[in-house]
């Protein structure tokens, strides 16, 4: 029944002269496992349906009690991370991005944390799916917005003789498609003091592609406000050369999965080696990142690579831990990229200095 009811309502019709698909998530929930009633009963065929959707969409699911846990377990974290909003439990990692030629901080990216009385410190990757799902990924991202720019413009106070900084946030699709996104930019530009160009706002090509008339728009509006336009994990989307033509952007952070088969997998690393030939010849800046082992570092050089990030150099760290490495950095030393930077980097940070301890998302 459920394939014939999908069968159904896939046939394709018209709307305006233009035709029309639509593929339909089915749960399925049977009357002896609903001792409830019929509220019971639709809440489970819910759940089915949700659980069909998590699956790839375009299917049915029949409930089980497993999906009746998971469900009440959803509910409980989208109560709490409410709540979270409202108590300010998210602290801000910030990882830096570095100049591969000269070893210097030249950004650092704005990773948020939730920071739950009971289970510690948790990664982005646990609560953000939800939160974009619920609408709490718009005030989840204003708040890193605020909070990100306000810090940053605190550390180019502090260290003016530091190349300016620039500061990354991330960007989902419901906040690019939300019409008070550049309001919401300007405003935290202009309480915190920060320069527009020391931001950077880093969307993935799923984000941007989603909507590409609309999208355009958008991206052209925040580069009036003067701000940077970055494409995150570059390769694993729609990855179109029309959309690096036609859209104002002026970063490509290529996809980790590419990064970390270079510099064995002869295939990585041809593809690797184009995207960033290719961000070149665009006159765009390339980030790889990821980065985990010293032979990736060798080889990005031996590409001429303009900045990368990741545990090679240094993971996400608090503010305060931060700071430690700007003030050793300050002095004018690089954190020396050699064939075993991380040794390095945190060579320099000891001496009452911090290690960089937290984890990446």
């Given at each position: 029944?459920?394939?014939?009811?999908g069968?159904?309502v896939s046939?394709?019709?018209?709307?305006?002269d233009k035709?029309?698909f639509?593929t339909?998530?089915?749960g399925i929930s049977e009357?002896?496992l609903?001792?409830g009633?019929?509220?019971?009963?639709l809440?489970?065929?819910?759940?089915a349906?949700?659980?069909?959707?998590g699956?790839?969409k375009?299917r049915?699911v029949v409930?089980n009690?497993?999906m009746?846990l998971?469900?009440?377990k959803r509910?409980?974290?989208?109560?709490?991370?409410?709540?979270?909003?409202e108590?300010d439990?998210?602290?801000l990692?910030y990882q830096?991005?570095?100049n591969?030629?000269t070893?210097r901080?030249?950004g650092l990216?704005a990773l948020?944390?939730?920071?739950?009385p009971?289970r510690?410190l948790?990664?982005?990757?646990?609560?953000i799916?939800l939160a974009?799902?619920t609408?709490?990924?718009r005030?989840?991202?204003r708040?890193?917005?605020?909070q990100a720019?306000r810090?940053?413009?605190?550390?180019h106070?502090?260290?003016?003789t530091h190349?300016?900084?620039?500061i990354?946030?991330n960007?989902s699709?419901?906040q690019?498609?939300?019409?008070?996104?550049?309001?919401?930019?300007n405003d935290?530009?202009e309480?915190?003091g920060?320069?527009p160009e020391a931001?950077v706002?880093?969307?993935?090509?799923h984000?941007?592609?989603h909507d590409?008339?609309?999208a355009?728009?958008k991206?052209?509006e925040?580069?009036?406000?003067?701000?940077?336009?970055?494409v995150?994990?570059f390769?694993?989307?729609f990855?179109?050369?029309s959309y690096?033509r036609?859209f104002?952007?002026?970063?490509?952070k290529i996809?980790?999965p590419?990064?970390?088969?270079?510099?064995?997998g002869?295939?990585?690393?041809?593809?690797?080696r184009?995207?960033?030939?290719?961000?070149?010849n665009l006159?765009?800046?390339?980030?790889a990142?990821?980065i985990?082992r010293?032979?990736q570092?060798?080889?990005?050089?031996?590409?001429r690579?303009d900045l990368?990030?990741?545990h090679?150099?240094a993971r996400?760290?608090g503010?305060?831990?931060i700071?430690?490495?700007?003030q050793?950095?300050?002095?004018?030393?690089g954190?020396?990229l050699?064939?075993?930077p991380e040794?390095e980097v945190?060579a320099?940070?000891?001496?009452g200095?911090?290690?960089p301890?937290?984890?990446?998302?």
């Open positions: 029944m459920a394939t014939r009811i069968k159904a046939r394709p019709f018209l709307v305006d035709e029309v639509i339909v998530s089915i009357s002896a609903s001792l009633g019929a509220d019971e009963l809440r489970n065929a819910d759940a349906m949700y659980t069909a959707k699956s790839g375009a049915s409930f009690q497993q009746h998971n469900a009440m509910l409980d974290l989208e109560g709490e991370l409410r709540r979270a909003t108590r439990q998210f602290r990692h830096p991005i570095v591969v030629a070893g901080v030249a990216e948020v944390r939730w920071a739950h009971e510690g948790v990664g982005p990757v646990e609560f799916p974009e799902e609408g709490l990924i005030p989840i991202g708040w890193v917005l605020q720019t810090q940053a413009r605190q550390w106070a502090r260290y003016p190349p300016q900084l620039t990354s946030v960007l699709a419901n690019l498609s939300h019409p008070e996104l550049i309001d919401e930019v935290a530009l309480q915190s920060l320069a931001l706002l880093e969307m993935t090509e984000v941007i592609m590409t008339e609309r355009i728009g991206l052209d925040l580069k009036d406000l003067g701000v940077q336009l970055a995150d994990d390769g694993t989307g990855s179109s050369l690096l036609n104002p952007i002026d970063i490509l996809a980790k590419f990064l970390d088969g270079i510099p064995q002869d295939q990585e690393t041809a593809l690797v184009g995207i960033i030939e290719l961000g070149r006159d765009l800046k390339v980030v990142e990821g985990e010293p032979e570092l060798a080889t990005l050089r031996e590409m690579c990368l990030q990741g090679l150099v996400p760290q503010a305060e831990r700071e430690r490495l700007l050793t950095l300050a002095s004018g030393v954190l020396g050699t064939a075993t040794i945190e320099a940070q000891t001496n200095r911090s290690h301890v937290a984890p990446r998302a």
